[in-house]
């Protein structure tokens, strides 16, 4: 008697109008701007959501207009109109107006170029007089030769919140998720491929928000980027009278700029998700490999930071009572990357989003499904476009 093996099955294909592969927040709210175009969309994770494995977990971010670029203040006016929307939408509070307490050496470039930025776009702002500091912001010295202001317009999103909200309101506007699907392989083409761990998935268009993993999907596509993928300290300090930077004695967000102690910028939030703990940490880390971020054990950064808070927060014990991992995937100029494809222009990017993406999330959205439908995008891209690297390259030579 013969025995005939049977060819084993091949995963039935899916039709899109759009795939988008990357569920955190980027990819979130784009496939949530796609799904209101009434475009059949898939959003596509590799991990089971809910995570805490890349760059958009986490119970609380900033959010505001203080930037030394006007184009991200312009960006944000439209953005905190969209975080409004998405509240109203869904019946739900993620925004908490706390204001944005900046302090930078008066005569410094980064500190100069905010205040001037804030001033241009009249955001408004609270200039603090030294003598005056204390007064509104007790518990908090500020260093010798630095000035204050503040972004009243500025808070904290509720992050885990918000993503959980974005992505209940695409499944209600019909749109479909699947998690646990790692991208094996893209065939570009007038229609694009997708195949994961689970199945093939084919669109018209496919957007690629994939946060620390951009290069590994990109490479399926023949395109790597100058993303470097840095693991974050986040850390909570304890405070030494409770309630003295609580969130409900209005104790506001803040940015510290150009200090003695950091080359980059360390910012921090009220006492809200931990009782009793504020939020501080260090805007940049050490690389590491996305798949094994917690083998990264770096803590210069922390001892850094104990610096800074024995210094200037002497209302805490300058000792993180909690220290958590998130990562960031920076570009050389700390810019996004919002673009097509360099041959595919069915394929979108968003990527780099350097550790203050998380804000922009519904503005981002919006412009990659621009992008994936051949519109014109509301906002002027150049900054972001992939081309800036490709001339750097060049000019290098």
């Not at 592969?21 to 969309?41: M, R, W």
């Not at 930078?104 to 030294?130: C, F, M, S, W």
């Not at 150009?258 to 703990?277: F, M, Q, R, T, V």
Request: charged share 25%; net charge positive; with cysteine.
């Amino acid at each position: 008697m013969l025995c005939v093996l049977s060819k084993p099955k091949m995963s039935t294909k899916e039709d899109y109008d759009c795939i988008v592969i990357g569920a955190g927040v980027q990819g979130s709210f784009t496939a949530y701007q796609l799904a209101k175009q009434n475009k059949k969309t898939l959003l596509l994770e590799q991990f089971v959501l809910p995570h805490t494995r890349g760059s958009s977990h986490g119970q609380t971010r900033i959010i505001r207009k203080a930037y030394e670029q006007d184009f991200y203040t312009h960006m944000m006016e439209e953005c905190y109109q969209l975080w409004a929307q998405l509240e109203r939408e869904a019946d739900v509070k993620l925004y908490r107006r706390t204001g944005l307490l900046v302090m930078g050496p008066e005569k410094a470039h980064d500190y100069q170029l905010i205040k001037n930025t804030l001033q241009r776009n009249l955001v408004p702002t609270v200039i603090l007089k030294r003598e005056d500091f204390s007064q509104h912001i007790p518990h908090v010295n500020l260093s010798d030769g630095d000035e204050a202001l503040v972004d009243t317009t500025a808070g904290v999103l509720y992050a885990d919140r918000a993503l959980k909200t974005v992505q209940g309101q695409f499944q209600k506007l019909g749109g479909v998720i699947k998690d646990g699907q790692k991208v094996t392989d893209i065939k570009p083409g007038p229609v694009v491929t997708v195949s994961t761990s689970s199945g093939v998935y084919r669109a018209r268009s496919l957007v690629i928000t994939a946060g620390a993993w951009a290069n590994t999907v990109l490479s399926h596509v023949g395109l790597q980027l100058p993303l470097q993928v840095v693991r974050i300290n986040v850390c909570y300090w304890k405070e030494k009278l409770p309630g003295s930077y609580d969130v409900k004695r209005r104790f506001p967000c803040f940015l510290q700029v150009e200090c003695k102690e950091a080359k980059d910028h360390i910012y921090g939030l009220p006492s809200n998700e931990y009782p009793g703990l504020i939020k501080v940490c260090y805007h940049m880390g050490s690389e590491t490999d996305p798949d094994e971020r917690d083998k990264q054990t770096d803590r210069s950064d922390i001892e850094l930071l104990q610096r800074y808070i024995a210094c200037c927060f002497p209302g805490l014990v300058p000792e993180p009572a909690v220290v958590e991992s998130c990562m960031y995937t920076v570009t050389p100029d700390r810019h996004f990357v919002l673009d097509c494809h360099p041959t595919y222009s069915n394929i979108v990017i968003g990527a780099g989003f350097s550790g203050h993406g998380f804000k922009f999330g519904p503005i981002v959205g919006k412009l990659l499904c621009e992008l994936s439908q051949g519109e014109v995008p509301s906002y002027d891209l150049s900054p972001f476009r992939i081309r800036r690297f490709q001339a750097k390259s060049k000019a290098a030579l």
